[in-house]
């Protein structure tokens, strides 16, 4: 007997999702009681005034230095996506060793240049090992509240960016990514127009603002292939894989969905789960509903593979051919025709990543709404300061 898929017309279907929320600016503004989606948008807000605080702390000091090592630490929070990528955008010709690391290594010296960011200023860790950093010398540029252990351990022996607009953490990615490029721009390893960069992420917040619907909104359109799926976010190239991790972690906090970050060729490796994805990417009825519809036997249900990509040159078309051979019908997430500056530009590769993050923090935070996990006032109440 064939099943009833009549319900798919109600408000909402099996998997607890409103079939008609992303289309109801309205109803996801009232449901919005967090804010969330207006703080994703000052993604551009976040850049330029990152970029002004760090003029006023004096980060132009560093202009020209040549440290023996440039440490990224990875503290809870943006900077665990923003060091990752920022290590993939300098590459494998970078002139000086950069290490990413959780906690200041005990090595460090008057030699190294350490790059820290914090959402908590309580981080006693961090406090104290940003003061064993300063104690033996080291230069330190860290983003952090003004007040607290953190900024007290550092007082005045460290470039100092006090953030000037405030978001959860989740969506602080903008303002700590643009501290790590202007880092970079001033020791000479990487050129960005952050200016650019700004312009670019403000474009992306109105092609993912609320008021367009899903047809038009990519952030939407993206939330809607990954409603009641498995996302398997594979790279195309390596900075592409450092924004997969970030696309990750922002389902995971903002719908409570678990996906797969990696590499294409790192997945491409795992048997099973290839073999999964490429079955998953050759479903082509929008009406399957892989949990009541059933799967082949031992097969994974709603697998969603999406191949992302952000370097388009000849050094990763060969990748992205592969990719797209073995799935030719996965979706492909890319902002290669959507930015106004251009391969070959300064930034251009940063910007290009830092808009498809953007994306699927918009992504992220509609399906969240659409799955009824945000914006509840009890949830909001109970959870809301660990997950925002």
Same mark, same amino acid.
């Given at each position: 007997m064939?099943?009833? =898929?009549?319900h798919?017309?109600?408000?909402?279907?099996?998997?607890?999702?409103?079939?008609?929320?992303?289309?109801?600016?309205?109803r996801?503004?009232?449901?919005?009681?967090?804010?969330?989606?207006?703080?994703?948008?000052?993604?551009?807000a976040q850049?330029?005034?990152?970029?002004?605080? !760090?003029?006023?702390?004096? %980060?132009?000091?560093l202009?020209?230095?040549?440290p023996?090592?440039l440490v990224?630490?990875?503290?809870?929070?943006?900077a665990?996506a !923003?060091?990752?990528? &920022?290590l993939a955008l300098?590459?494998?010709?970078?002139?000086?060793p950069?290490?990413?690391?959780?906690?200041?290594?005990?090595?460090?010296?008057a030699?190294?240049?350490?790059?820290?960011?914090?959402?908590d200023?309580?981080?006693?860790?961090l406090?104290?090992?940003?003061?064993?950093?300063?104690?033996?010398?080291?230069?330190?540029?860290?983003t952090?509240?003004?007040?607290?252990?953190?900024a007290?351990?550092?007082?005045g022996?460290?470039?100092?960016?006090?953030?000037?607009?405030?978001v959860?953490?989740g969506?602080?990615?903008?303002?700590?990514?643009?501290?790590?490029?202007?880092? %970079?721009?001033?020791?000479? %390893?990487l050129?960005?127009?952050?200016?650019?960069?700004?312009?670019?992420?403000?474009?992306?917040a109105e092609?993912?603002h609320?008021?367009?619907?899903? &047809?038009v909104?990519?952030?939407?359109? %993206?939330?809607l292939?990954?409603?009641?799926?498995?996302?398997?976010l594979?790279?195309?190239?390596p900075?592409?894989?450092?924004?997969?991790?970030?696309c990750?972690?922002?389902?995971?906090a903002?719908?409570?969905?678990?996906?797969?970050?990696?590499?294409?060729?790192?997945a491409?490796?795992?048997?099973?789960?290839?073999?999964?994805?490429?079955r998953g990417?050759?479903e082509?009825?929008?009406?399957?509903?892989?949990?009541?519809?059933g799967?082949p036997?031992g097969a994974?249900?709603?697998?969603?593979?999406?191949?992302?990509?952000?370097?388009?040159?000849?050094?990763?078309?060969?990748?992205?051919?592969?990719?797209?051979?073995?799935?030719?019908?996965?979706?492909?997430?890319?902002?290669?025709?959507?930015?106004?500056? =251009?391969?070959?530009d300064?930034?251009?590769?940063?910007?290009a990543?830092?808009?498809?993050?953007?994306?699927?923090?918009?992504?992220?935070?509609?399906l969240?709404l659409?799955?009824?996990?945000?914006?509840?006032p009890d949830?909001?109440?109970?959870?809301?300061s660990v997950?925002?």
């Open positions: 064939e099943p009833d =898929r009549s798919r017309s109600h408000a909402r279907n099996s998997q607890g999702d409103d079939d008609d929320l992303l289309d109801d600016p309205g996801l503004e009232s449901i919005d009681t967090g804010g969330l989606l207006r703080a994703a948008a000052t993604a551009g850049v330029r005034s990152t970029a002004a605080a !760090a003029e006023e702390a004096g %980060l132009r000091r202009t020209g230095e040549r023996r090592a990224l630490l990875t503290r809870p929070g943006a665990s !923003a060091a990752p990528l &920022l300098l590459g494998p010709s970078c002139p000086v950069v290490v990413t690391t959780g906690s200041v290594p005990m090595w460090v010296g030699l190294d240049i350490v790059l820290a960011n914090t959402t200023p309580g981080d006693r860790e406090a104290d090992g940003l003061a064993r950093a300063v104690r033996r010398g080291a230069r330190l540029v860290l952090a509240p003004a007040d607290g252990p953190v007290a351990a550092v007082a022996r460290a470039v100092l960016v006090v953030p000037r607009i405030e959860p953490p969506l602080a990615l903008p303002r700590t990514l643009t501290a790590g490029l202007l880092l %970079l721009d001033a020791l000479g %390893l050129a960005t127009d952050v200016e650019a960069l700004a312009g670019e992420l403000d474009r992306e092609r993912d609320v008021a367009h619907e899903s &047809l909104n990519p952030a939407k359109s %993206l939330a292939r990954l409603t009641g799926r498995t996302p398997l594979w790279g195309t190239d900075v592409a894989t450092a924004v997969a991790g970030h990750a972690a922002a389902l995971a903002h719908a409570g969905v678990v996906a797969h970050a990696a590499g294409f060729h790192e491409a490796a795992l048997p099973v789960l290839c073999r999964e994805a490429i990417s050759a082509t009825d929008v009406f399957s509903d892989p949990y009541e519809d799967a036997d994974l249900p709603g697998v969603r593979p999406v191949l992302l990509g952000v370097l388009p040159d000849a050094g990763t078309e060969s990748e992205r051919a592969t990719a797209l051979d073995a799935l030719p019908a996965a979706d492909v997430v890319t902002a290669d025709e959507e930015l106004m500056v =251009r391969q070959g300064p930034g251009a590769a940063a910007s990543a830092a808009v498809l993050a953007l994306r699927f923090d918009f992504a992220a935070l509609y969240g659409n799955r009824g996990v945000l914006g509840r949830w909001l109440g109970s959870a809301g997950f925002e």
